[in-house]
């Protein structure tokens, strides 16, 4: 066992958006930086076993579903057969592509990586240990502690192979027949999606009263309708219990619904993450958290010890890559000496189902429990003539006006591209923009855009593309 002193700046704690992102900036600014990092690769759950490779295969899994719509529009091809060995390997050379990106951008700005786990002596030193059992102490002046999350394990559920969170799912080792989805949530929709194009027959159960319940119950409702003719939805219902038998996992539960036992051949949990704040030291070194182990940080990201900082899923929701790569240069900001706070109007959530759901601002229910006076325009895709032009008409457009103000409160759109359409409305939220200046905004023809200026426009009274105001 060597032990070898390296003495930086800035020791950073996890390789993922959060974590790399601070490293990267903190060298820019003129310090020296030491990422540490358990997996080889950088890039964390977001691109090893997270966003990135459910991205890739949701788009691999629907070109099934576009095949499928291209005979309305004269085009025909034989059945789709998917080769799963070669969707996993694209999903692969994404992943790799990416993570060697950030391995050359890492050694451009010459951070030092160490691979290996972490866990603090005291406040100014951390001693990594390798594979092999070596360990390096690590002096440091500051600390950004970006460790990320892990997927919530639902208590009693026997362990058995079977039964799978998010990251079992994403290296689709199998492709059940029968798969129970526990949790509605954005993992939950997702994965659904990507193993009913397989071929599994869904089954989700969703204790709140809707999927996706953050967003508005109606701008989900588009994705709802389309799902339930394929999936069995249970929403209000929870499992009780699973038992592992040789063949088949037999489920119970507690629902209105279901009255009876059933039985999968898998099972996915995603019902939500934890964060990873115990186990290397912070503990011990007296590091403030809450009750469900979220670092606490103030608006500068500073913990309760003041030469260290938190980013990212650690210290709290939304659990979001963007969130945690600003919440990483704002800490690598305020280290380096400048003055910086962690003070989005916004972060906006994007479920990547089909039709995607994105979300920024207050959602209609924020609204009606703050009790502000609010305008509301909502836009169907049907009356868009991109929408139509593009098989998307089932799409949704909604935002709310402060009616004191003028100025934008909310947005949603259910449809296809909602996650790069909502990013207008995220600029006009951070901008304070009213709906007289989103409505003056010139929006291309025919493009889906012009459905938030649509939405706009029937708050403002001056649509033309749907009935005037009195006749709606
Ligand atoms: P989630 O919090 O989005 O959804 C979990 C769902 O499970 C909730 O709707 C909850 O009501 C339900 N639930 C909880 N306990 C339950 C039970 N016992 N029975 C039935 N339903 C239950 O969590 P999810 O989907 O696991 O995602 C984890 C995190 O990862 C989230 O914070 C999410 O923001 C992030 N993420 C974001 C993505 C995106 O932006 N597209 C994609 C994947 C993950």
Request: charged share 20%.
């Amino acid at each position: 066992m060597s032990e070898t002193v390296k003495i930086f700046d800035i020791v950073v704690v996890g390789g993922g958006p959060g974590g790399y992102t601070a490293a990267f900036r903190a060298a820019d600014l003129g310090l020296s930086v030491c990422l540490v990092e358990e997996r080889e690769r950088l890039g964390g759950v977001c691109l090893n076993e997270g966003c990135i490779p459910s991205k890739t295969l949701l788009h691999g899994t629907s070109l099934i579903e576009s095949v499928s719509q291209c005979s309305s529009y004269g085009v025909t091809f034989g059945e789709p057969k998917i080769d799963i060995s070669v969707l996993l390997a694209k999903k692969e050379s994404v992943i790799t592509q990416l993570t060697d990106g950030l391995d050359r951008l890492g050694k451009a700005r010459k951070i030092q990586r160490l691979t290996g786990s972490g866990i603090f002596k005291d406040t100014s030193t951390l001693i990594v240990a390798d594979g092999d059992g070596n360990k390096i102490e690590v002096q440091f002046n500051s600390a950004i502690i970006a460790t990320g999350s892990s997927p919530f394990v639902l208590p009693g559920l026997p362990d058995d192979p079977r039964i799978w969170d998010s990251s079992d799912a994403l290296n689709i080792k199998s492709v059940p027949e029968k798969l129970l989805i526990i949790g509605g949530g954005v993992i939950g929709m997702e994965m659904a999606q990507v193993y009913s194009a397989l071929g599994s027959e869904i089954t989700i159960v969703e204790m709140l009263d809707h999927i996706i319940p953050p967003a508005d119950k109606d701008l989900v409702q588009p994705l709802f309708l389309k799902l339930k003719k394929k999936y069995q939805i249970f929403t209000k219902t929870r499992v009780t219990e699973i038992v592992a038998n040789v063949g088949t996992l037999v489920a119970n539960f507690e629902s209105t619904k279901i009255k009876d036992s059933k039985t999968f051949d898998a099972v996915l949990v995603a019902v939500g993450r934890r964060p990873n704040s115990k186990g290397f030291g912070l503990e011990e070194i007296g590091l403030e958290m809450n009750k469900q182990g979220f670092i606490t940080v103030d608006d500068n990201l500073q913990t309760s010890i003041p030469n260290f900082y938190a980013v990212g899923d650690v210290v709290g929701e939304p659990m979001l890559a963007h969130k945690a790569t600003h919440e990483g240069k704002v800490a690598a900001e305020n280290i380096a000496g400048n003055n910086v706070g962690f003070h989005p109007e916004t972060i906006p959530c994007v479920a990547y189902t089909n039709p995607e759901i994105a979300w920024m601002g207050l959602t209609e229910k924020e609204a009606r429990k703050t009790n502000i006076d609010y305008s509301k325009g909502k836009f169907l895709w049907g009356a868009s003539g991109r929408a139509l032009s593009v098989n998307a008409a089932n799409g949704v457009t909604k935002v709310l006006f402060d009616k004191k103000t003028g100025k934008i409160l909310g947005a949603g759109i259910c449809g296809s591209h909602a996650g790069e359409l909502i990013h207008e409305a995220v600029l006009a939220l951070e901008q304070g923009a009213t709906a007289e200046e989103i409505s003056n905004t010139i929006h291309a023809h025919p493009t889906l855009s012009e459905t938030f200026a649509f939405a706009t426009e029937i708050v403002t009274g001056t649509i033309t593309d749907a009935l005037p105001p009195k006749k709606r």
